[in-house]
C-alpha cells in the first residue's frame, strides 16, 4: 500500500508498505479522509514538541472498517473515527481516569506512525462509531474535541464571558465548545479573515484584532470592565502566551490549548494579584468526542463549515507547503482517499 512519509523538517515521500493484517484487539480502517491540523503543519516545518523523523501524519481521520479486531459492536463495512491518543491503561494518569495525559501515551502521528496511508491498524477501544455522520464530519471530530475538553476543563459557565486567543481550527472549535456551553465568546486573533469567519459562521459575542492598538481595552470595554473570567490560549505561540495574562479577570483561569517548545512567562505579580488559575488541556477523552458527534448531529455544530480546501493523497506533497501560508485562506484542509 502506499504512505506518505514526513522524512525530515521540509520533506515528503511516498513509500510502499505492506497492508496491514488485523489481529485480535486491533482493528482495521480503509482511510477515506485524513484532516490536517496545527500538530502536521508544526512537525512539516520541524516546531513540533514530542516529535522524532521519519513519521507518517496524519491523527484527524475517517474510514471504512474492514475487519473489527473482535471489538463488540462493531460491523465491517462501517464508517468510523478514532480517539487517536493510545495509553497505556496503568499509569497514574489512567487509573484516575486521566488518558488523555498518559504519562507514556502514544498519540498517533505524532509518538507513532499515524493516517496518512492507505490503511491502518488501531486499538479496538479506539474506535468510534459514525452514527449516520459523513467521512468529512467524522474527520473534524477530533480537533472539535480538543476545544470541548479545554471548556470543560475550564468549566465554563453559562453567562460568562470567554476569550480564545487564536483563530486556527481548534481555535474555532473552542469559540464553538464555548457558545454552546453558555458563553459569550470574543475571538481574538490577528487576522481579519479568519475574525470575519468567526463572526459570520460561529456566532461570537465579539471579535478583537491583537494588532490593533487598544486590544486589551476593546476587551475590557466588551466585558463592561471585568474582563473574561476564561482566557482560552490555542495558538501556541509563545508572545501570545505570555500575553494572555493581561486579558484575565481577577478570579478567572487561563487555560493553555496551544503547545510551544519554549518556556513561557509572565508576571508573577499579575499574575498573582488576580488569584489565577493557570491550566493546560491535552488532547480529549471519550466524553469529549460523544459531546461533539451529539453536536454534530443535532446542527449544533456545522462541520463542513471549516473545509476551505480539499486535495486528493497523491496531490499532498505539493500542496502542503502552501497551507502554512496564511494568504491561502485555509482553516482546514481535508485529505481524500
Given at each position: 500500500?502506499k504512505?506518505?512519509?514526513?522524512t525530515?523538517p521540509?520533506?515528503?515521500?511516498?513509500?510502499?508498505?505492506?497492508?496491514p493484517?488485523?489481529t485480535h484487539d486491533?482493528?482495521?480502517?480503509?482511510?477515506?479522509?485524513?484532516?490536517?491540523c496545527g500538530t502536521?503543519?508544526h512537525a512539516f516545518e520541524?516546531?513540533?514538541?514530542?516529535?522524532?523523523?521519519p513519521?507518517?501524519?496524519?491523527h484527524?481521520?475517517s474510514?471504512v472498517?474492514?475487519d473489527?479486531?473482535?471489538?463488540?459492536?462493531f460491523?465491517?463495512?462501517?464508517?468510523?473515527?478514532?480517539?487517536?491518543?493510545?495509553s497505556?491503561?496503568?499509569?497514574?494518569?489512567?487509573?484516575t481516569?486521566?488518558p488523555?495525559?498518559c504519562?507514556a501515551i502514544?498519540v498517533?502521528?505524532?509518538h507513532?506512525?499515524?493516517?496518512?496511508r492507505?490503511e491502518i491498524?488501531?486499538?479496538?477501544?479506539?474506535?468510534?462509531?459514525g452514527q449516520g455522520?459523513?467521512?468529512d464530519?467524522?474527520?473534524?471530530?477530533?480537533?472539535?474535541a480538543i476545544?470541548?475538553?479545554?471548556?470543560?476543563r475550564?468549566?465554563v459557565?453559562p453567562?460568562?464571558y470567554?476569550l480564545v486567543i487564536?483563530?486556527?481550527p481548534?481555535g474555532?472549535?473552542?469559540?464553538?465548545?464555548a457558545r454552546?456551553a453558555?458563553a459569550?465568546?470574543?475571538?481574538?486573533?490577528?487576522?481579519?479573515d479568519?475574525l470575519?469567519?468567526?463572526?459570520e459562521?460561529?456566532g461570537?459575542?465579539a471579535?478583537?484584532n491583537?494588532?490593533?492598538a487598544?486590544?486589551?481595552?476593546q476587551?475590557?470595554?466588551?466585558?463592561?470592565?471585568?474582563f473574561?473570567t476564561?482566557?482560552?490560549?490555542?495558538?501556541?505561540?509563545?508572545?501570545a502566551?505570555?500575553?494572555g495574562?493581561?486579558y484575565?479577570?481577577?478570579?478567572g483561569?487561563y487555560?493553555?490549548?496551544?503547545?510551544?517548545?519554549?518556556a513561557?512567562?509572565?508576571?508573577h505579580?499579575?499574575f498573582?494579584?488576580?488569584?489565577?488559575?493557570l491550566m493546560?488541556?491535552?488532547?480529549?477523552?471519550?466524553e469529549?468526542?460523544e459531546h461533539?458527534?451529539?453536536?454534530m448531529?443535532?446542527?449544533s455544530i456545522?462541520p463542513?463549515?471549516?473545509i476551505t480546501?480539499?486535495?486528493a493523497f497523491d496531490e499532498v506533497p505539493e500542496q502542503f507547503?502552501?497551507?502554512?501560508n496564511?494568504?491561502?485562506?485555509?482553516?482546514?484542509?481535508?485529505?481524500q482517499?
Amino acid at each position: 500500500m502506499k504512505s506518505l512519509v514526513c522524512t525530515a523538517p521540509g520533506h515528503f515521500e511516498f513509500r510502499e508498505d505492506a497492508f496491514p493484517e488485523a489481529t485480535h484487539d486491533m482493528a482495521r480502517i480503509r482511510l477515506k479522509r485524513v484532516g490536517i491540523c496545527g500538530t502536521d503543519l508544526h512537525a512539516f516545518e520541524g516546531s513540533q514538541p514530542f516529535f522524532s523523523y521519519p513519521r507518517i501524519l496524519g491523527h484527524e481521520l475517517s474510514g471504512v472498517l474492514t475487519d473489527t479486531g473482535g471489538a463488540e459492536g462493531f460491523e465491517p463495512g462501517e464508517t468510523v473515527t478514532i480517539m487517536p491518543y493510545f495509553s497505556c491503561g496503568t499509569c497514574i494518569a489512567c487509573r484516575t481516569g486521566k488518558p488523555n495525559c498518559c504519562a507514556a501515551i502514544k498519540v498517533f502521528g505524532v509518538h507513532i506512525d499515524g493516517g496518512m496511508r492507505e490503511e491502518i491498524l488501531v486499538p479496538v477501544g479506539s474506535l468510534l462509531q459514525g452514527q449516520g455522520l459523513n467521512a468529512d464530519e467524522l474527520a473534524l471530530v477530533e480537533p472539535l474535541a480538543i476545544g470541548a475538553h479545554g471548556v470543560r476543563r475550564a468549566g465554563v459557565q453559562p453567562g460568562e464571558y470567554v476569550l480564545v486567543i487564536g483563530a486556527g481550527p481548534i481555535g474555532l472549535g473552542t469559540m464553538e465548545l464555548a457558545r454552546i456551553a453558555g458563553a459569550q465568546v470574543i475571538a481574538l486573533d490577528i487576522n481579519a479573515d479568519r475574525l470575519r469567519f468567526c463572526k459570520e459562521h460561529l456566532g461570537v459575542h465579539a471579535v478583537v484584532n491583537g494588532s490593533g492598538a487598544d486590544a486589551i481595552g476593546q476587551v475590557k470595554a466588551i466585558t463592561n470592565g471585568d474582563f473574561p473570567t476564561v482566557v482560552v490560549d490555542a495558538t501556541g505561540n509563545l508572545k501570545a502566551i505570555n500575553n494572555g495574562i493581561q486579558y484575565l479577570a481577577h478570579g478567572g483561569r487561563y487555560v493553555l490549548i496551544g503547545l510551544q517548545k519554549e518556556a513561557f512567562s509572565f508576571s508573577h505579580p499579575e499574575f498573582h494579584k488576580r488569584e489565577s488559575t493557570l491550566m493546560s488541556s491535552r488532547n480529549a477523552v471519550r466524553e469529549d468526542f460523544e459531546h461533539v458527534i451529539l453536536n454534530m448531529k443535532t446542527g449544533s455544530i456545522r462541520p463542513q463549515t471549516y473545509i476551505t480546501h480539499t486535495v486528493a493523497f497523491d496531490e499532498v506533497p505539493e500542496q502542503f507547503e502552501s497551507w502554512l501560508n496564511p494568504a491561502t485562506g485555509v482553516i482546514k484542509a481535508m485529505v481524500q482517499f
